[in-house]
């Protein structure tokens, strides 16, 4: 199974288990082509994954 | 969690989610789960000030670990924004994030088939307003994309090739192409205004797309949803579905994992601006689609309207 690949991290490693709680942060340096990826476990156990965009140059969005 | 049924009749898998009847139902704007958190007011699934893309396992997951998984996409933390308006950054920003999803989902072994999609508007069923699109993890191989997986021998190749080579040779359905993507109101189409993205090169996903072409996904997408919604001076209801190659093949194995063509298919329901398109009789019960549009007619309309709107 699994035959796509997975996409690589810059850095870090998306192998690592998700960590924190609520708004708590974890694993700060993964990234996914120009997004910084954060991992967090929300109180109910259920994942939640933030996506940022490295360059915040004002594109207009929060 | 939820039970796997297998439909004799239809050859078909019936996923029953009870637990998903009881789900927020289009609650007003202060009670909107995907909003941020703000301080001093009630905690949402984003327990945030302020975000840029989210996602999160689905609290009513018609799919879970260790049987596939259901997560939400949440694309802005703009309450009233939709995809066709959020700025053209952020948008290419979710083809990176649709791209890491499908990578870390398919790569689970319980996942056979990673399908991305949106729901937009009532009339397909959404239960809230707030901009998100979800992802199911399918822990088998869905009808749909396996009968593109049929479509590929019958065509003797990659089927989406195939007919994207047919469509720029007629060239009467085209409604918008960039350097990476053309879209078109499909010779065949089920729904009046139908269309499909699709990638000018054979690329089974988004994992194999160059930057440049996740642009300009991302842009021939933002550019077919704001005609839609220029077509009829309204928000346009639509399901948008990712089609990609399997994970895990299902039938075929690892061959079929290599195949599949990464385009974006577009149901729309309207058929007019105020009449919607129903699944009645020969649709339901027959299974075969009664339209009353032309595609080529609706092409011209579409067209008419993605250039307006640009």
Known sequence: ?62 | MSELRFNELRGEEVVYAIHRQERTFLPDREHCPLCPTHPGGPTTEIPFPAFEIAVFENRFPAFQAPNGAAEVVVYTDRHNDSFSTLAPQRAEDLMWVWRHRYAELGAREDIEYVFIFENRGVEVGVTLHHPHGQIYGFPFLPPIPALELVADERLGGCAPCTLLRRELTDGERIVYQNDSVVVFVPRAARWAYEAHVVMREHRPSLCDCEAEELAGLAGALQSLARGYDALFDRQFPYVMAVHQAPTSGGPGGAAAAARGHLHVEFYPPLRTAEKLKYLAGSEQGAGTFISDTLPEESAAKLREAIARAA
């Open chain 1, 1 to 62: 199974m699994a035959a796509r690949s997975a996409e690589p991290p810059s850095s870090g490693g998306s192998d690592n288990p998700p960590s924190g709680s609520g708004g708590g942060h974890a694993q700060p340096h993964e990234h996914v082509g120009p997004l910084t990826i954060e991992r967090h476990v929300k109180d109910d156990g259920r994942a939640l994954i933030l996506y940022a965009h490295e360059q915040r140059d004002g594109d207009g969005q929060a």
